[in-house]
């Protein structure tokens, strides 16, 4: 099928105008190149790291065409080729496989950057542009590294957490790598949130990163190692739910079935734990929002929207249950943001690789927002957190940005 449905979805169709910058366009290079008609060149490598892998083209595709997995499968095939360039290859084997892919490491990295953040040496960086003598790229792209947390959240919880007596669920918590580290108050949010309502928050030290930036980047075999370390540290620990706080991560252990399905000793237990796994949003529907307390910081009206991540629209298809939810607390008024399941442009690291494109759709994105004029804006997904808040500094505007369980902790519990 070749209806072109798609097309009017697909942000770098839109911003390009080109065939082969659409879904529909990629699909044909990825199968001539499956059905060896086209070899692995410089112009496909560019065509399939080109794509934010937004899946928005996956929801309005008559067929079902599963176009995540196929650029997904593309990404894979190059990186294990070695097509790429020994500079990107080096990059992303140096982040993905030994950096992202090893918790200790990750957390070293972390400390520094949060010394470089208060040692006053970012702050001239940023004021003075001095990295721009450097690199151009580098000078644009520090003003996207989030603030790292004081404390991360797996040391927060360990300390801070009391379990409930009498719990009316037992729920796993999936701590992250991007969500521990820089937003370790959001996933200490969740797990108030998450007590809240009567939950027993189990988060076992032996969890690791969920296995998407890597996949999403073609790093396959990094994926699945991290995904058989989950599995095994959410097995056997009788739960009724597996909750997530990062669209992309919850999104990817959905798929761990799939993605360890060949490998004897992990498939059976990696499709349970896929099953458990549900987005915050998804697992509060289903239990029912508890918002009889509603704290002062809420009270009077406020004017609320909502910024869809990619990952929880498009690839888990939930966006009922976030809006459900923020309208339940009494002092909001919902407004609906337009466009707002359209990529903000943060999409992993796409930021980071293609900065260009990746404002101008954060650009869009503003000038959506400023039509609605909220006081608050709510998403799901720390790459979509970064990112807005990124424009909204740029642009000089004053709106409160907040995660979902944030704003839910905030109405529900303080
Ligand atoms: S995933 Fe997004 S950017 Fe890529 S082809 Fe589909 S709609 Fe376009
Ligand atoms: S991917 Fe789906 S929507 Fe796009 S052209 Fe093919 S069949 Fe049509």
Redesign the pocket.
């Known amino acids: ?7 009017p979805t697909c942000p770098t169709y839109v911003l390009t105008g080109l065939e082969k910058s659409s ?2 366009g990629r ?1 044909r290079l990825i199968k001539a190149v499956a059905e060896r008609e086209l070899e692995i060149t410089t112009g496909f490598i560019e065509e399939m790291n080109f794509c934010l892998d937004c899946q928005a ?1 996956e929801t ?4 079902g ?1 599963k ?1 995540g997995s196929l650029v997904e499968s593309a990404r894979a095939q190059i990186s294990w080729g070695d097509h790429e360039g020994w500079s990107t290859r080096f990059i992303k084997r140096l982040f993905l496989n030994k950096l992202f892919s090893k918790a200790e490491r990750l957390v070293w990295f972390a400390r520094l950057l949060r010394l470089y953040q208060d040692s006053g040496f970012d702050w001239l960086m940023k004021k003075t542009g001095l990295l721009r003598v450097f690199s151009k790229r580098l000078d644009q792209i520090q003003f996207l590294a989030p603030k790292i947390s004081l404390l991360s959240s797996k040391t927060r919880l360990e300390r801070e957490y009391k379990a409930l007596e009498n719990p009316r669920y037992r729920v796993g918590f999936l701590t992250g790598c991007i969500m521990d580290l820089a937003f370790a108050d959001v996933n200490v949010d969740t797990v108030e949130l998450l007590v809240h309502h009567g939950c027993e928050v189990v988060f076992p030290p032996s969890q690791v990163c969920c296995g998407s930036l890597q996949a999403h980047n073609g790093e396959m075999d990094a994926a699945r190692s991290l995904a058989r370390q989950n599995v095994e540290a959410f097995t056997d620990l009788n739960l009724d739910a597996l909750v997530m706080n990062s669209a992309g991560c919850g999104a990817f252990m959905k798929e761990y079935g799939s993605v360890l399905r060949n490998e004897a000793e992990y498939a059976a237990p990696a499709a349970e734990i896929a099953k458990k796994v549900k987005d915050i949003s998804e697992f509060l529907c289903e239990i029912g929002l508890r918002a009889n307390r509603l704290s002062s910081r809420m009270r009077g009206s406020k004017r609320v929207t909502y910024h869809d991540a990619c990952h929880l629209v498009h690839s888990q298809k939930i966006s009922e249950e976030p809006r459900k939810l923020i309208k339940s607390i009494p002092s909001v008024e919902f407004v609906e943001l337009p466009e707002s399941t359209w990529c903000c442009g943060s999409a992993g690291v796409y930021n980071i690789t293609h900065y260009d494109t990746a404002m101008e759709l954060l650009d869009r994105k503003i000038k959506n927002i400023r039509r609605v004029d909220p006081d608050i804006i709510v998403t799901s997904n720390p790459g979509c957190l970064v990112q807005l808040e990124h424009g909204l500094r740029k642009e000089g505007m004053n709106i409160e940005l907040l995660h979902l369980a944030t704003f839910l902790r905030r109405a529900c519990c303080e």
């Open positions: 099928m070749h209806c072109g449905l798609c097309l879904p529909r699909i083209c309005v595709c008559p067929a065409v176009y």
